[in-house]
């Protein structure tokens, strides 16, 4: 098989399911191979560049010149993983087991490259492939590092290392999702719609500290279980994520208080190419292709 060749199944076995790019395959090339095929190609030429590929250090310098401002988003999401019997034989056994797939977008403000890392790995490795993505986005010595994530601890965390010094800003839909549950309960005498629009407006003002002493005054009562205290809920997220809530400082900076760059990547690398019905992975940490 030629290397052209090979390089088309690869690409289109990443981009979509094998069934699929088989049909790509014949749509562009003119003629066909078996899923089955283009699924052993697909895979070895992934371990052949994950083989080739040197392990993600910390980055230990930074150079002098590069972008003013970057955004950095990190996110993540669980995947079915199949471990294959003993045997080798999947059909006979499948060993289910998920793991999170996390996936890292850097922009330079002002530009439109997008600079992506993603792997299935522990926290660590995900926070060396967050900066590698960031660096290649033009992190210089004096970049302000702009970032946002959702409320997944580990991802703060991960800023906070990676990052040191740096902004990090909670995004502003995922808060907003709390605030609608609260508002069936603390809008006393106006719209719940009206309600969550003041406490929005309120948050993009600076004035986070009055959206969470409005929620706590409103908390429902020690008695009543988590899965009934909406308002509850949303005091816990807002008030152990206090520092992460300056958005008036964001938008002065011209940053953004949402994490459409990252949720766009999700949708499109996770959701749709690893997430489809059915679907399962193999480990190639712990498989051989056959």
Same mark, same amino acid.
């Given at each position: 098989?030629? $290397?052209?060749?090979?390089?088309?199944? =690869?690409?289109?076995?990443?981009?979509?399911?094998?069934?699929?790019?088989?049909?790509?395959?014949? #749509?562009?090339?003119?003629?066909?191979?078996?899923? @089955?095929?283009?699924?052993?190609?697909?895979?070895?030429?992934?371990?052949?560049?994950?083989?080739?590929?040197?392990?993600?250090?910390?980055?230990?310098? &930074?150079?002098?010149?590069? /972008?003013?401002? %970057?955004?950095?988003?990190?996110?993540?999401?669980?995947?079915?993983?199949?471990?294959?019997?003993?045997?080798?034989?999947?059909? !006979?056994?499948?060993?289910?087991?998920?793991?999170?797939?996390? %996936?890292?977008?850097?922009?330079?403000?002002?530009?439109?490259?997008?600079? =992506?890392?993603?792997?299935?790995?522990?926290?660590?490795?995900? $926070?060396? /492939?967050?900066?590698?993505?960031? +660096?290649?986005?033009?992190?210089?010595?004096?970049?302000?590092?702009?970032?946002?994530?959702?409320?997944?601890?580990?991802?703060?965390?991960?800023?906070?290392?990676?990052?040191?010094?740096?902004?990090?800003? &909670?995004? #502003?839909?995922?808060?907003?999702? =709390?605030?609608?549950?609260?508002?069936?309960?603390?809008? #006393?005498?106006?719209?719940?719609?009206?309600?969550?629009?003041?406490?929005?407006?309120?948050?993009?003002?600076?004035?986070?500290?009055?959206?969470?002493?409005? +929620?706590?005054?409103?908390?429902?009562?020690?008695?009543?279980?988590? @899965?009934?205290?909406?308002?509850?809920?949303? =005091?816990?997220?807002?008030?152990?994520? !206090? @520092?992460?809530?300056?958005?008036?400082?964001?938008? @002065?900076? !011209?940053?953004?208080?949402?994490?459409?760059?990252?949720?766009?990547?999700?949708?499109?690398?996770?959701?749709?190419?690893? !997430?489809?019905?059915?679907?399962?992975?193999?480990? #190639?940490?712990?498989?051989?292709?056959?």
């Amino acid at each position: 098989m030629s $290397g052209r060749l090979r390089g088309a199944l =690869y690409d289109f076995g990443l981009e979509d399911s094998f069934r699929r790019a088989n049909f790509c395959l014949q #749509l562009h090339y003119g003629f066909s191979l078996s899923a @089955e095929r283009i699924r052993k190609v697909t895979l070895n030429q992934a371990q052949t560049e994950r083989t080739g590929q040197r392990e993600r250090e910390p980055v230990s310098s &930074l150079p002098s010149k590069g /972008a003013d401002a %970057i955004v950095s988003q990190c996110d993540g999401s669980m995947v079915r993983i199949v471990h294959t019997a003993e045997n080798g034989d999947a059909r !006979k056994k499948r060993d289910l087991d998920w793991k999170e797939a996390r %996936i890292c977008a850097a922009r330079a403000s002002g530009t439109d490259s997008s600079y =992506y890392e993603g792997l299935i790995g522990d926290v660590h490795e995900v $926070g060396h /492939a967050w900066a590698h993505a960031t +660096l290649r986005a033009g992190w210089a010595s004096h970049t302000l590092i702009h970032c946002m994530g959702d409320g997944a601890s580990w991802i703060a965390q991960q800023a906070a290392l990676q990052f040191p010094g740096s902004s990090f800003l &909670l995004d #502003l839909y995922h808060v907003c999702e =709390y605030l609608a549950e609260a508002s069936e309960v603390c809008a #006393l005498k106006e719209s719940p719609q009206r309600w969550q629009k003041r406490q929005r407006t309120k948050l993009l003002k600076g004035k986070a500290s009055q959206v969470i002493a409005e +929620l706590e005054e409103k908390s429902e009562g020690a008695e009543v279980p988590d @899965e009934h205290s909406p308002v509850r809920l949303a =005091y816990r997220y807002l008030n152990n994520r !206090k @520092e992460q809530l300056d958005y008036l400082k964001a938008l @002065e900076n !011209k940053l953004p208080v949402g994490t459409g760059m990252i949720e766009s990547a999700h949708k499109q690398i996770i959701q749709q190419r690893l !997430k489809g019905p059915g679907m399962a992975w193999l480990d #190639l940490q712990q498989t051989q292709v056959p």
